[in-house]
């Protein structure tokens, strides 16, 4: 029974380059997180999703940043013309939805920008 | 606006001692409560939840945790702690199913340090 997969779990860009990270929810699992998680600082939310849905933006930045989770496959983080300050782990978690359901993490994607 | 507070940004603990991590929730009603581990270079694993009933609840790993409403806390214990529970500790929170909102909100976590 799988649980949440990340990948790649290493991520390097240039500068001005995109990052595209992936992430497929556990087996049963319809809701998705991202988060991420800055060098000193805490977990911070980005973007929630469903199934071709987004459904609470209010972490994502208004730039440069996009989130999709498609009928198919996994849910994209997408970082367009990265910037130093975009370097850090970026966690997904998925769950079913209900509050009450807690969400469960996948090992994340640590990303570098050089 | 909800926030978490963890007062605690780093604590050293013998092996064998007991352990209390602390959180405090700012929220004007009570929230979904959790606890989560990470690892070094891993993700964060749930410990336990609270979301009514017995406010004493057990997750895994020997951990507990006790809610108490009139101090807004949700603080986390371990009787005896093992070297391997060296690691960081965060609590979280998601707001009362009625408000909508579905987004974890973190404290800043507390690094536990296990001396031998």
């Known amino acids: 029974n799988a649980g949440v997969m990340q990948n790649p779990r290493h991520l390097v860009r240039r500068r001005g380059q995109e990052a595209r990270l992936r992430c497929s929810p556990m087996k049963g699992h319809s809701h998705v997180y991202w988060y991420r998680q800055l060098p000193e600082e805490g977990l911070k939310f980005m973007v929630y999703?469903?199934?071709?849905?987004?459904?609470?933006e209010s972490g994502m930045p208004k730039e440069r940043f996009s989130a999709e989770f498609p009928k198919e496959g996994p849910s994209i983080l997408r970082i367009q013309q990265v910037v130093r300050g975009d370097s850090a782990a970026y966690f997904c978690?998925?769950?079913?939805?209900?509050?009450?359901?807690?969400?469960?993490f996948g090992d994340g994607t640590r990303l570098s920008i050089l | 606006a909800q926030s978490v507070t963890q007062p605690d940004i780093h604590i050293t603990v013998s092996e064998g001692a007991s352990l209390e991590l602390r959180c405090n929730y700012s929220?004007?009603?009570?929230?979904?409560l959790f606890w989560y581990v990470q690892s070094p270079g891993q993700g964060l694993q749930l410990l336990l939840k609270y979301f009514s009933g017995d406010t004493l609840v057990q997750g895994i790993k020997g951990f507990e945790a006790e809610f108490k409403r009139s101090q807004s806390s949700f603080n986390l214990r371990k009787p005896s702690v093992h070297w391997s529970d060296a690691a960081e500790y965060f609590c979280a929170v998601v707001p009362p199913m009625d408000t909508g909102r579905r987004a974890l909100t973190f404290g800043s976590g507390t690094r536990l340090q296990v001396q031998p």
């Open positions: 978690a998925s769950s079913e939805g209900h509050p009450n359901q807690p969400q469960h």
């Open positions: 929220y004007g009603a009570t929230p979904y």
């Open positions: 999703l469903q199934k071709e849905n987004i459904i609470d």
